[in-house]
């Protein structure tokens, strides 16, 4: 007979948004259990760099979720035991051309606008920034909001901090459903009761979904890092060319890799990133490492000579418009979704976990969480209608 357990909430996930979630939710007194068919930090969280970014984002609703974030990370930093090698080394952008640096600035001006420090850097003082950074770059930008952490000991101290209950390597099987209302999960251990769950399953967040009946499209999408020898501190900020700002945010499926060079206090530099779907296929790419091992040798030519130690890779979890799914699922009462970060999602994790929050309890939310809603991929477009051109059974 499965063992059953009275709870007010139940988080399937146990990286780093799941972790926070769990977090704020036991802080505003909610009984919970995070249940996860692997590890801490198994999935997408343990193959992350740890990036705090703001740097990267247009202004918008996931900026103001990052900078939300930002100053909860900074908190937590303070607040959490052990630390979580919360780093605050700043940002920052290069432009290897005067077209691309007029862009840079254009980009820069829209984020000033919601908060964003972002300082204008010339040629002549990006040396002063980073000594052996390539020369001949036009300029740059520097954002000393962003940050990192150490993205699995984060997500650990963060679910050890909250006091939730903790089930690991206990897949969920089934959503428990009652007249279409979820009321708990169901692993092949134990069932465990609460009326609401939250799906914070990363990659996965679209099988969880399905689990319920409801649709919600997560796709994989694949990435490389590769970290170096340990090395004094020859990079002291997370340095990258503007091209990652478009890599970012393209859909596009094919292999993407803009380098971004970041040294970290144990001395390895980490080299990222890379973005391709390819669904889970765990396959080496030697081209995706050719191409960053080239490129962050352009940025610091000092790379060129070290060796690499190791590569790893991880998925992240893609939704189409960027945006990741966060908050009550209206198709299926009880279900909360906490996923679809992409490659965003340790930088945004204390926001998405205070929103989740807030939800549960009924209170006033930090942001408008409208533009996270999980239904909104299945919403018409906007001005889609019967008007000419667009009549009901013809293509258009």
Avoid at 50 to 78: I, Q, T, Y
Avoid at 93 to 111: I, W, Y
Avoid at 319 to 346: K, N, S
């Amino acid at each position: 007979m499965p063992k059953r357990h009275p709870l007010d909430v139940v988080i399937i996930g146990a990286g780093v948004v799941g972790a926070a979630c769990a977090y704020y939710a036991r802080r505003a007194g909610l009984s919970v259990a995070v249940v996860d068919r692997g590890s801490v930090a198994g999935g997408t969280t343990g193959a992350g760099e740890g990036n705090l970014l703001v740097s990267d984002k247009e202004a918008g609703p996931e900026l103001d979720l990052a900078l939300l974030s930002a100053g909860l990370w900074r908190d937590l930093a303070a607040l959490l035991p052990r630390g979580i090698e919360y780093e605050p080394k700043g940002g920052l952008v290069v432009a290897s051309d005067e077209t691309t640096l007029k862009a840079l600035r254009g980009f820069a001006d829209g984020q000033r606008a919601t908060g964003v420090e972002a300082v204008e850097v010339g040629p002549g003082e990006l040396a002063e920034l980073e000594p052996h950074l390539t020369p001949g770059l036009a300029g740059g930008f520097h954002y000393p909001q962003d940050a990192q952490v150490q993205p699995a000991q984060a997500a650990a101290r963060l679910l050890a901090a909250s006091g939730a209950e903790v089930y690991l390597g206990e897949e969920v099987t089934d959503l428990l459903l009652e007249r279409g209302t979820v009321r708990g999960v169901r692993t092949p251990r134990r069932e465990l009761l609460a009326p609401a769950v939250v799906n914070a399953a990363g990659t996965w967040g679209g099988h969880v979904a399905g689990l319920a009946g409801a649709t919600l499209p997560v796709l994989p999408r694949r990435g490389f890092v590769l970290v170096t020898e340990p090395l004094p501190r020859i990079v002291r900020h997370k340095v990258y060319a503007a091209d990652y700002v478009a890599d970012v945010a393209s859909g596009s499926a094919s292999l993407q890799s803009s380098a971004v060079v970041e040294g970290t206090p144990a001395g390895p530099v980490l080299i990222g990133a890379t973005r391709e779907r390819v669904g889970f296929d765990r396959t080496l790419s030697t081209e995706a490492l050719r191409r960053l091992a080239t490129q962050a040798a352009a940025l610091f030519p000092v790379l060129s000579d070290v060796r690499i130690l190791r590569t790893y890779h991880g998925f992240r979890p893609y939704l189409p418009d960027h945006l990741p799914a966060i908050g009550p699922d209206p198709r299926v009462p009880g279900l909360l979704h906490a996923c679809g970060h992409e490659g965003a999602g340790i930088g945004l994790a204390p926001a998405t976990g205070l929103l989740i929050t807030s939800a549960l309890t009924g209170t006033e939310p930090a942001l408008d969480p409208t533009p996270f809603r999980p239904n909104r991929f299945d919403e018409p477009p906007a001005g889609a209608g019967d008007g000419p051109g667009c009549r009901p059974g013809r293509k258009t």
